[in-house]
């Protein structure tokens, strides 16, 4: 029962911005949309979540559509070491698990 | 910057052996959570922890399975007889609350466990 779709990989030239985009469309009005990466086989790590309004922290960006059924995660100027799988997650608010999904692979070339 | 720290990195053992993976949650942290990744699939959820007890857990997650947190520091997970299909790089987390709202979560580098 995948919450979330992502496309399977991306490619970013280094610098640039990297916009990752996430289908939620069966999103309800208490969960957040949360976002993941993981580095090679480390551990994943938190980037940035939201509910309904845009936010923004110093990893990325998170644009959520006004119908809240897509966002885009927005990492302004990747470099070489963003490269990563990077994870969509929807979660309910009253619920403590992530539930990963494939994820993207995004690459980010020289 | 405090992090979540996991041992052993790896761990390898026959099949039927009890293991334990260890894992340290940052201090003033909570809640507390197990994952796995079989090689080239995705993380898989398999229980979260609070106050002494399970608070979730997946289909995994079955009587081979078991969490404790012995002492005021430790988060344990114990399979008591494994099979080789338990090969998979175990992560803990942890967070300082729970709940869509609050939920980032803080993972370990992960214990790699081979079952042969």
């Known amino acids: 029962d995948a919450k979330t779709t992502q496309p399977p990989s991306m490619d970013c030239a280094e610098g640039r911005a990297a916009n990752l985009p996430c289908n939620h469309s069966t999103i309800s009005g208490n969960e957040y949309v949360y976002w993941y990466r993981q580095i090679h086989s480390q551990g994943p790590q938190y980037i940035i979540h939201?509910?309904?309004n845009n936010e923004t922290n110093e990893m990325a960006s998170l644009i959520i559509t006004e119908d809240r059924k897509s966002s885009t995660l927005i990492l302004p100027h990747a470099t070489l070491r963003d490269t990563a799988v990077y994870y969509c997650?929807?979660?309910?608010?009253?619920?403590?698990?992530?539930?990963f999904g494939a994820g993207t692979r995004l690459t980010v070339k020289p | 910057e405090p992090e979540v720290t996991q041992t052993p990195s790896h761990q390898v053992t026959q099949m039927g052996q009890e293991v334990i993976l260890r894992c340290v949650p940052i201090?003033?942290?909570?809640?507390f959570y197990w994952y796995r990744q079989i090689l080239g699939q995705k993380v898989e959820f398999l229980v979260s922890?609070?106050?002494?007890?399970?608070?979730?857990k997946s289909e995994i997650f079955d009587d081979q399975f078991s969490v404790e947190r012995p002492d005021g520091s430790n988060f344990t997970l114990k399979i008591r007889s494994t099979k080789l299909e338990d090969s998979a790089m175990y992560f803990c987390a942890s967070s300082e609350e729970a709940g869509g709202a609050y939920n980032e979560q803080f993972f370990g580098p992960g214990t790699r466990l081979t079952v042969l």
């Open positions: 201090s003033n942290h909570l809640y």
């Open positions: 997650i929807v979660s309910d608010y009253n619920n403590n698990d992530m539930r």
């Open positions: 939201g509910l309904k």
């Open positions: 922890f609070y106050n002494n007890e399970i608070s979730e």
